[in-house]
């Protein structure tokens, strides 16, 4: 079946940088857009960045200049590379991958950001 795994959380001041990766068990190309996804607490869930299998990307207002999607197909990986980090992006960070009618998620991975 399919399984997304996502890496790279943690507890970084505010400014500092984390990279997050989601390795998928089957190519990146076979979904028709893969994403970065947060949750924080009493919050919904909420689009960071998303990456089609065309390569067009989109961001979240907060995240924009900040934050950058990436593929790797040789590797069936997306990344998240977050600069800047703010206390407010403090979240669960879930890995998306959506083909036809189906989302995939990852277990999520916790970024912190201290203030």
């Known amino acids: 079946q399919v399984r997304l795994v996502e890496s790279g959380g943690g507890l970084v001041q505010a400014g500092g940088s984390l990279r997050l990766s989601c390795t998928a068990s089957t190519s990146t190309s076979t979904f028709n857009d893969m994403g970065w996804y947060r949750r924080a607490p009493g919050r919904p869930r909420e689009l960071v960045a998303t990456?089609?299998?065309?390569?067009?990307?989109k961001y979240a207002d907060s995240v924009k200049g900040r934050f950058a999607i990436s593929r790797d197909s040789a590797k069936n990986a997306i990344y998240l590379q977050m600069n800047s980090l703010k206390p407010e992006d403090t979240a669960v960070y879930y890995c998306?991958?959506?083909?036809?009618?189906?989302?995939?998620w990852g277990q999520g991975t916790q970024v912190t950001v201290s203030s």
């Open positions: 990456i089609s299998s065309g390569g067009s990307t």
């Open positions: 998306n991958g959506r083909m036809f009618i189906s989302d995939y």
